[in-house]
Each structure stands twice: as C-alpha cells, then as structure tokens.
C-alpha cells in the first residue's frame, strides 16, 4: 500500500464533495426562508434545519483541504514560487469572476428586491463604476462584488502569507508541525473545540462575517486557522491515524451538538423575545463542537475509506473549480426566472438543480478545450499528456 502521506486521494475526494454540497447549498439558499440574492416566492421553513447540517463546517473544511494541497506543493517550491503560481492560478478566475460573472447576481437582486428596471446594460455600467446606489434599509449593495468568489479572494490572500511564513519563519512552521503530530487523540479533538468555541464568543459578535477581507477578524480567524492546519497536519500519519480512530466519537458529538443548535435555531426563529445572553453564549460553544467534530469525523472516515485511486477523479478534481466559478451565477438567473414560471415547487426545484448542473458541466467541457479560456477558470494553460494524469492527485500536485 502506499505511503498515505505521499498520495491522499481522500483528501481529494473530501474537497469534490465539500465544493459539490455547496452547490446544493446554494440551491437551498434560493427556498430556505434565509436572505440572499434572489428568493423563492414560497419560502421552505423546514429547510433550515437541512441547511444547518453543513452550515457550521462546509468552508472550514475546504479552507483545511486548501492548505493540505498547498503543503505538497510547497515541499517541492520556493516559497517565492509557490506565490507566484498561485497567484496565476487563482487571481484570473477572481477578475473574471468580479468582471463578467458575478454582475448577473447583483442584478438579479436589485431587480427583485429594489425593482430596478432599467435594464442590464444601464446596472453594469454603474456596477463597474461603484455608482448605482442601490441601497435599502438593510445597507447599501457595494460594487463590485466577488460574491460567492470571496473563497478565492481569501485562499489567496493565505497562500501569499503562508509564502511569506515559509520563508521568514519555516523551522517555526515545522516545530508547529511537530507539535501537532506529538498531540494525543483527546487533545486533537478537543483543544481545536476550545478555541473555535473562544473565537465565535470574542469575535463574532463584534466583528460579524463581512466577506470584505479588511475587516472580517472572526472570519480570517477561522478560515486561516483551518488553512494553517491543513498545512501543518497534511503529511503527518500520526495525525491522519488519529483521526482514523476519532471518527466515530466525533460524529456522535456532531449529530448531537446539530440537534441541539438546530433545536436552538428553530425554537428562536421567529419568538419575539431574544434568547438569553447565557444561552446564546453556550450555543456558539455548542457550534464549534458540531464544526470542528464534523471536520474530524469526515477526515477520519475519508482517511480510513476514500485513500484510494478511481478512474472518475481526475475529471471531477479538474472539474470542480469552474464549477464553484459559474454555479452561483446559475442559480441566481435560473431561479430569478423559474420562479416565474409557475412550476410546482418540488419540480421547480428538480429543474433548478439539473439546469446548475448542466450549465457547470458545459462551462467546464468548453472551457478545458478552449486553451484561451483555461486560466481564468483556474486551469492550467497548457497541460501535457504526462502532467494530465498527475492532475488526478491535486492534494500532491496543488
């Protein structure tokens, strides 16, 4: 068998699934009564729960998987280099994405929640120039927006400074390295509960999650963290094995601390009353042991089950990033016009979810045979024959 720290194909199938769940998870924004860009006109309340289920852990999980590909890839790169190509990996795909992608979006959503009715060509110009003014009481729409793509903003923001870490503070990172490989199974699930826990009572109510990178404190605590110890644990078997034998305490402390925030959530929805400061503070403890044990036991049970090679990994690794990229989009202008269509909702649904699909798999299937097109969807430019097949395994090969 070989060395699982060399080849960590579960790691690939983790992050396929973490990106395709938030997929669906953008679809249910669209029925669950939540706000967001464009909205069902028959909200679905029993959603919310559903939507709970991956709400804690989805980009935690993918900012770890992230860091865990940027570890192999860092062992084999300057740390100037590894800057370098990530930047051209990721920032076309962000400018393209703010330029041409995402405006659909925010038009869609002044379109349904301010009835703007000047047309697309009128909304992009004051897109591009930050002069629409579309404000309500709820704040102002800022353009322009990465949207959804505020993942890749800020995977790119860690990469630059993990680069920078490399470089001016590497024999720390590998202490911090094996630091983590020393610590028992216990401290591995809790002490990372402990400070998730400390981050969501300090943080988030006072800086609240922005998406807009210069002040969004509780989110860089989170996210980097997760990115920081995808890295530092990616090659560590001890680490790997650990979670191995965690998995199933750590999904029954997950299920029930769900049931116990969902409870929370659902009982306060809609009570006129707001729940007491103790319990709110216990609930964002009760959300970082769901988010963090939920990471473990998909990291265990992906450890000990998905380690291995499949012929459809090498499309669905490739695939999954032009996905992420034009998916919300989709939804945002399949849904906007499915809704005024009629449809029951259960059809309506079923419709919206196979036209994302379809439209992410034809964007992809365009996109990797037009070599133009290929970087700013975030694939390589040129790929060889040799390199194709090394593209299967993303987690070694970033």
Not at 158 to 165: D, E, S
Not at 230 to 235: M, Q, R, V
Request: positive net charge.
């Amino acid at each position: 068998m070989s060395d699982p720290s060399l080849r960590r194909y579960d790691l690939d199938w983790i992050r396929i699934g973490a990106f395709f769940l938030l997929i669906l998870y953008h679809v249910g924004m669209f029925y669950v009564p939540w706000g967001w860009h464009v909205k069902s006109p028959e909200p679905v309340a029993w959603l919310e729960p559903v939507m709970l289920l991956t709400n804690p852990w989805r980009l935690s999980l993918l900012f770890l998987v992230s860091g865990a590909a940027t570890r192999f890839m860092a062992d084999k790169l300057a740390a100037g280099v590894l800057a370098r190509q990530r930047t051209a990996r990721l920032l076309p795909p962000l400018a393209l994405g703010v330029l041409l992608i995402v405006p659909p979006q925010s038009y869609y959503e002044i379109v349904e929640q301010q009835g703007f009715a000047e047309g697309y060509l009128a909304f992009y110009g004051r897109y591009l120039t930050a002069s629409g003014g579309w404000c309500d009481a709820d704040g102002c729409l800022i353009t322009p927006t990465w949207n959804h793509l505020w993942f890749v903003a800020y995977l790119l923001v860690y990469t630059l400074a993990l680069a920078a870490l490399i470089a001016w503070a590497g024999p720390a990172l590998r202490r911090l390295e094996a630091g983590f490989a020393r610590l028992p199974a216990w401290a591995l699930l809790i002490t990372p509960m402990i400070f998730l826990g400390l981050a969501r009572a300090v943080l988030l109510p006072r800086f609240g999650v922005t998406h807009a990178l210069v002040d969004d404190w509780y989110n860089h605590v989170l996210s980097f963290s997760m990115f920081l110890f995808g890295y530092l644990t990616a090659k560590s078997d001890t680490v790997r094995r650990r979670l191995i034998s965690l998995r199933w305490p750590a999904l029954a402390l997950a299920l029930v601390a769900y049931g116990a925030f969902s409870l929370y959530a659902w009982t306060w929805r809609e009570a006129a009353a707001e729940p007491a400061a103790g319990l709110v503070l216990a609930m964002r403890y009760v959300y970082a042991v769901d988010q963090w044990c939920a990471i473990v036991a998909i990291l265990g049970f992906g450890a000990r089950h998905l380690n291995r090679p499949h012929p459809a990994l090498a499309y669905l690794t490739l695939a999954v990033f032009p996905y992420y990229i034009v998916h919300q989009t989709v939804i945002v202008v399949a849904g906007h016009h499915l809704a005024q269509a009629g449809l029951p909702q259960g059809a309506e649904a079923a419709l919206l979810i196979a036209i994302t699909v379809a439209a992410c798999g034809l964007t992809y299937e365009i996109v990797r045979r037009v070599p133009l097109l290929r970087p700013w969807f975030g694939l390589k430019p040129e790929p060889r024959a040799s390199a194709a097949a090394q593209q299967a395994l993303p987690i070694r090969n970033g």
